[in-house]
């Protein structure tokens, strides 16, 4: 789950980050208000979840109240295009009005998940407010690293060696640096967070370490024990049919493609979307409905996959285990009769009571195409999305 930066700072400010002071603001009238409050110049920040907001002309520093009603009005309800949010963009729905500072030098920092090493990684550059991508892609030695011991934490000198080389060495801004780095690691840990960054970290010109921007992502397994997190919630920023999927516990993904894809278990989801795209096709969606899913899951995944207009062939590949073939031909079939199945359906099916489940199948008098191999099945599937377009 991803959080909007004025709530991820309300949260970094709980363990002593330091953040600017600034107001969410859903209307011209809140921004008018609340950056005369704050006073000039001030930023009118766009919140959506995405980053190259400033890029995309989505941050305005005005210098009076004038200009930030007027970026106010530009901002609310425009449909923002950055480099993470695709060519349909994101409608802006509310702003952030913060604070200026005087800055003397931007950095950039973020705690993540390093599934290579199985620790949480300090990443650290003085390269901030470029995209870390192309840090790493163009100059990799400019990014520092430092692994998080899972029992000691983020250790002292390991925060003294980062700042050292950012630059942050002065007798006075080491040790408010040691503290922010500290901060922000003890955040990640408590909160659940599979992401955390902060690009830029500026310097200002009296020497202070600031958070100038916040960005958050969540492990949607751990929500259950932070309640507090979970309400921060922003549906508008998500797919609605992902939405919709969270209800059953199902894993859905949409992608660009034009093959729907239905499959249980993780692994063979990406390796029935990697057989779409060697016949030539583009997958849907990654749709995993689980080892445990029962009818009405399987009805309901049936349904989100219907629910994009892009889909034109569905795809379904299981292998019954812990979800039987006759649960899913069973759900199949009920969903196809409920919405009325419009759209090519290729089943290929193995595993516990599959003799059953084709049975089902063959019995509902549906248009069902059957393959015999996840390759066959994939092939089909391109083929019938070919002829449907």
């Given at each position: 789950?991803?959080?909007?930066e004025?709530q991820?700072?309300?949260?970094?400010?709980?363990y002593?980050?330091?953040?600017?002071?600034?107001?969410?603001?859903?209307?011209?009238?809140?921004?008018?208000?609340?950056?005369?409050?704050?006073?000039?110049?001030?930023?009118v920040?766009?919140?959506?979840?995405?980053?190259?907001?400033?890029?995309?002309?989505?941050?305005?520093?005005?210098?009076?109240?004038?200009?930030?009603?007027?970026?106010?009005?530009?901002?609310?309800?425009?449909?923002?295009?950055?480099?993470?949010?695709?060519?349909?963009?994101?409608?802006?729905?509310?702003?952030?009005?913060?604070?200026?500072?005087?800055?003397?030098?931007?950095?950039?920092?973020?705690?993540?998940?390093?599934?290579?090493v199985?620790?949480?990684?300090?990443?650290?550059?003085?390269?901030?407010?470029?995209?870390?991508?192309?840090?790493?892609?163009?100059?990799?030695?400019?990014?520092?690293?430092?692994?998080?011991?899972?029992?000691?934490?983020?250790?002292?000198?390991?925060?003294?060696?980062?700042?050292?080389?950012?630059?942050?060495?002065?007798?006075?801004?080491?040790?408010?640096?040691?503290?922010?780095?500290?901060a922000?690691?003890?955040?990640?840990?408590?909160?659940?967070?599979?992401?955390?960054?902060?690009?830029?970290?500026?310097?200002?010109?009296?020497g202070?370490?600031v958070?100038?921007?916040?960005?958050?992502?969540?492990?949607?397994?751990?929500?259950?024990?932070?309640a507090?997190?979970?309400?921060?919630?922003?549906?508008?920023?998500?797919?609605?049919r992902?939405?919709?999927?969270?209800?059953?516990?199902?894993?859905?993904?949409?992608?660009?493609?034009?093959?729907?894809?239905?499959?249980?278990?993780?692994?063979?989801?990406?390796?029935?979307?990697?057989?779409?795209?060697?016949?030539?096709?583009?997958?849907?969606?990654?749709?995993?409905?689980?080892?445990?899913?029962?009818?009405?899951?399987?009805?309901?995944?049936?349904?989100?996959?219907?629910?994009d207009?892009?889909?034109?062939?569905?795809?379904?590949?299981?292998?019954?285990?812990?979800?039987?073939?006759?649960?899913?031909?069973?759900?199949?079939?009920?969903?196809?009769?409920?919405?009325?199945?419009?759209?090519?359906?290729?089943?290929?099916?193995?595993?516990?009571?599959?003799?059953?489940?084709?049975?089902?199948?063959?019995?509902?008098?549906?248009?069902?195409?059957?393959?015999?191999?996840?390759?066959?099945?994939?092939?089909?599937?391109?083929?019938?999305?070919?002829?449907?377009?």
């Amino acid at each position: 789950m991803n959080i909007h930066e004025h709530q991820a700072k309300e949260l970094l400010r709980r363990y002593g980050v330091t953040t600017l002071e600034g107001q969410a603001c859903f209307t011209v009238d809140e921004v008018g208000a609340a950056a005369e409050r704050f006073g000039f110049p001030c930023a009118v920040k766009a919140q959506i979840h995405a980053g190259g907001r400033g890029k995309a002309g989505g941050v305005k520093i005005v210098k009076d109240a004038a200009a930030a009603r007027a970026a106010a009005t530009e901002l609310l309800g425009k449909t923002l295009v950055t480099h993470q949010t695709g060519p349909h963009g994101r409608v802006v729905r509310r702003l952030f009005v913060e604070q200026g500072c005087a800055i003397a030098r931007e950095l950039y920092l973020g705690i993540v998940v390093d599934r290579a090493v199985g620790r949480v990684t300090v990443m650290a550059s003085t390269e901030g407010g470029v995209e870390i991508e192309e840090v790493a892609a163009k100059t990799p030695e400019k990014i520092l690293r430092e692994v998080i011991d899972p029992v000691v934490g983020l250790s002292g000198y390991q925060a003294r060696r980062l700042c050292f080389a950012l630059g942050l060495a002065g007798k006075e801004q080491m040790p408010k640096a040691v503290a922010f780095l500290t901060a922000l690691a003890r955040a990640f840990v408590d909160l659940d967070a599979s992401l955390l960054e902060v690009n830029p970290l500026v310097v200002t010109k009296s020497g202070d370490v600031v958070a100038l921007d916040a960005k958050i992502s969540f492990d949607d397994n751990a929500l259950f024990r932070h309640a507090d997190v979970k309400a921060l919630r922003d549906q508008n920023e998500e797919d609605p049919r992902e939405t919709e999927a969270a209800k059953y516990d199902l894993s859905y993904i949409a992608l660009d493609g034009s093959i729907g894809c239905m499959v249980n278990g993780a692994g063979l989801a990406m390796a029935t979307m990697d057989s779409v795209k060697a016949a030539g096709g583009a997958p849907a969606n990654f749709l995993d409905v689980g080892g445990g899913a029962n009818t009405e899951k399987v009805k309901a995944a049936f349904k989100i996959i219907l629910s994009d207009a892009a889909v034109k062939a569905i795809f379904i590949n299981i292998f019954g285990g812990i979800l039987r073939c006759d649960v899913l031909a069973e759900g199949v079939v009920a969903a196809a009769r409920e919405v009325g199945l419009k759209v090519p359906l290729v089943v290929r099916m193995e595993g516990t009571n599959v003799d059953k489940g084709k049975q089902i199948l063959a019995e509902s008098k549906l248009d069902i195409i059957s393959a015999a191999d996840m390759r066959d099945g994939a092939e089909k599937a391109v083929a019938a999305a070919g002829r449907a377009a």
